[in-house]
């Protein structure tokens, strides 16, 4: 028999952006009935970095779990749907490709159609993404559907995920958090105090302090107090992803919301749109060794569809993360335990990832060593899965002759990731692990986009005799006309979830 659990009594969080408040939410749903009292302490004098636009599918997950109901949130937070990016100009200028969420095709003699793809395509057959992929149909006309529940093809191959105001969402979430009980201080902490176990005490500007059994550092990219206090140490990734700028300027909504992300490659560095229902959130992410911010500004500006509402927003970053993102009774979420460029919207979800894999590791008084090993193992296995998917965006492009694009072509590529693109290019299989965020088919959407293909195809997939292949794609490619005439747009969907009547 082990010793008694001494539960938590009290928690600290440490700031009020998009992670304070989704700790808030979820821990004080989960926390109910504990007795654990729940602090969440934010200087209104200090912003958030607030641009975390667009999610991916698994924000449903996030959504669900704190009990929020889906058609209200889309509603407060002005959100529109998202399909998937479309990349432009990243293999070369004028060629684009898409990364869309759902499936493709479908399983032919147990094995995943990607292959039959790359076969249908390399012996001269000229159906695309767009014939075969319901979400790149719906996407490239503007137009919606919700995944059907009998899962059929192609309704049930779709998934989606959603731009949304990361202002208005930490707002949304805060009035959850504090329905169920979480407590707001408007203070500016000017100093924790270290202990043998990790944080003592925060202190506060007007000479008053706190102090709580466990700390959430949610404090943005400084780390307040895993790093100022802490000094957990920061693991650089900048020799692999160089970005390290990004300029916001958000301008009028579209007339026609796009129900995707453009992701569009620029001199040194990409431009993301994204259509919301009040406005179109833009911005250039660049590297400041290869572009200064004036001609960034410029590019930006120069890119845009529209005047920006407003000044313009510069922000620096460093990709990476912390060595530790759990040191004794503080754990960092957020920008406070790392960041990857924002090229496929993977921050946010590395917030909630953060927080479920708390949730499976929730420590008492004791803070379990082991616990915490666990957790930052798993987090460096998490970012460095997204940090390679991230490269082979930028490995394969053809740019010959840009610098920047010269220099990320030429990059000494993580191991992982040079294994992962001969696999596929000398066999076309892929081979994702259980758990982690990007599928199969993810990989196989970025390496088909940048113009990767496999020398020699799978030996069980010729098994399947072409014709009946073809026959079957023949099928897909006729079903998927009639379903992409008959959807409707993107904005007939938002008009008739907004209309006040409607309660789906
Ligand atoms: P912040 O938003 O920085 O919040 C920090 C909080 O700490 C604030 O409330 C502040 O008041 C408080 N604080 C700091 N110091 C103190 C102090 N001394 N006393 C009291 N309070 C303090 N993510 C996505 O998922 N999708 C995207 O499309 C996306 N786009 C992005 C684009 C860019 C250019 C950048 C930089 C990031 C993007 N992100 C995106 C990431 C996303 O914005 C962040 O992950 C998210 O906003 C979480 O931020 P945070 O809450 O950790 O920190």
Same mark, same amino acid.
């Given at each position: 028999m082990g010793?008694r659990?001494?539960?938590?009594r009290?928690i ?8 304070g408040?989704?700790?808030a939410?979820?821990?004080s749903?989960?926390l109910q009935?504990?007795?654990c009292r729940?602090?969440l302490v934010?200087?209104?004098?200090i ?8 999610t991916?599918?698994p ?8 009990g929020?109901d889906?058609?209200e ?5 002005q959100?529109?749907?998202k399909l998937?990016?479309q ?15 759902g499936?493709?095709?479908v399983?032919?003699?147990q094995?995943?159609f990607?292959?039959?793809?790359c ?16 979400s ?11 995944p ?8 049930g191959a779709?998934?989606? +995920?959603?731009h949304f105001d990361?202002g208005l969402? #930490?707002?949304?979430l805060?009035?959850? *958090?504090? %329905? /169920? !009980?979480?407590?707001?201080l408007?203070?500016r902490i ?6 043998d ?7 506060f ?7 709580a059994d466990?700390?959430?550092d949610c ?8 790093e100022e206090t802490?000094g ?12 390290d700028?990004?300029i916001a +300027? ?7 919301? #796009? ?5 569009? *490659?620029? %001199? /040194? !560095?990409?431009q993301?749109?994204i259509?919301?229902?009040h ?5 250039l992410?660049?590297t400041s060794?290869?572009?200064s911010?004036?001609?960034?500004h410029?590019?930006l500006?120069?890119a ?7 000044d313009?927003r ?5 990709a990476?993360?912390r ?6 009774n503080?754990?960092a979420?957020?920008?406070s +335990?790392g960041f990857?460029e924002p ?7 590395l ?6 894999r708390?949730l499976d590791?929730f420590p ?7 616990l ?5 193992g798993?987090?460096?296995r998490e970012?460095a ?5 991230l490269?082979?965006h930028?490995a394969p492009n053809r740019?010959m002759g840009e610098?920047?694009?010269?220099y990320?072509?030429?990059?000494e590529?993580p191991d ?9 290019t000398?066999?076309g299989?892929?081979m994702s692990?259980r758990?982690?965020l990007f599928?199969d ?8 986009g ?6 020699t195809?799978d030996?069980l997939?010729?098994?399947?005799a ?5 026959k ?7 079903t998927m006309?009639?379903f992409?005439a008959?959807a409707?747009t993107h904005?007939?969907i938002l008009?008739r979830?907004l209309?006040?009547a409607e309660?789906?």
């Open positions: 010793s659990a001494q539960p938590l009290s600290c969080i440490v700031g009020g952006g998009t992670a408040w989704s700790a939410a979820l821990l749903r989960v009935n504990s007795g729940i602090t934010e200087s209104s004098a912003p958030t970095v607030g641009v975390g636009e667009a991916i599918p924000i449903f997950d996030f959504l669900r779990n704190i929020a889906e058609l949130f889309i509603r407060r937070c959100a529109t749907f998937g990016i990349f432009r100009d990243w293999l070369h200028r004028g060629h684009s490709y898409w990364h869309p969420f499936n493709l095709g399983t032919i003699n094995r995943p990607h292959h039959y793809y076969k249908n395509r390399a012996e001269g057959h000229g159906e695309t993404l767009a014939d075969l992929c319901p790149v149909a719906l996407a490239e006309d503007c137009k919606f559907a919700f059907s529940l009998d899962g059929n093809w192609p309704g779709i998934a989606y +995920a959603l990361a969402v #930490a707002a949304f805060r009035q959850h *958090a504090e %329905a /169920a !009980g979480v407590e707001r408007d203070r000017v100093r924790a105090e270290r202990s176990k990790g944080i003592d005490a925060v202190h500007d007007n000479g008053e302090s706190l102090s466990f700390y959430i404090s943005g990219f400084r780390g307040l107090l895993i802490l957990a140490g920061f693991e650089d990734w900048r020799h692999w992803l160089p970005c700028s990004a +300027a958000p301008t009028a909504a579209q007339v026609h919301r #796009a129900p995707y992300t453009v992701a569009s *490659a620029g %001199a /040194a !560095g990409w993301w749109r259509p919301l229902q406005r179109t959130g833009n911005g992410v660049y060794e290869f572009i911010d004036t001609d960034a410029k590019e500006l120069g845009l569809e529209g005047e920006p509402l407003g313009p510069l922000l620096r970053f460093t990476g993360l060595r530790r993102a759990w040191v004794g503080c754990l979420i957020g920008l +335990a990857l090229l496929e919207s993977t921050s946010i979800h917030i909630h990832t953060g927080l479920n708390l590791l008492d008084r004791n803070f379990d060593p082991a915490i090993a666990a957790y930052n798993d987090v460096h970012y899965h997204i940090r390679d998917f490269l082979l930028y740019r610098p920047f694009w010269d990320m072509r030429n990059l590529l992982t990731l040079t294994e992962k693109i001969e696999l596929f000398r066999t299989r892929i692990k758990r982690e599928a088919i993810s990989w196989f959407y970025v390496m088909h940048m113009g990767l293909q496999p020398a195809t030996p997939v010729d098994l399947a072409f014709g009946e292949v073809r079957i794609i023949g099928q897909l490619s006729a006309r009639a992409r008959a409707p904005d007939a008009d979830l209309d006040p309660t789906r």
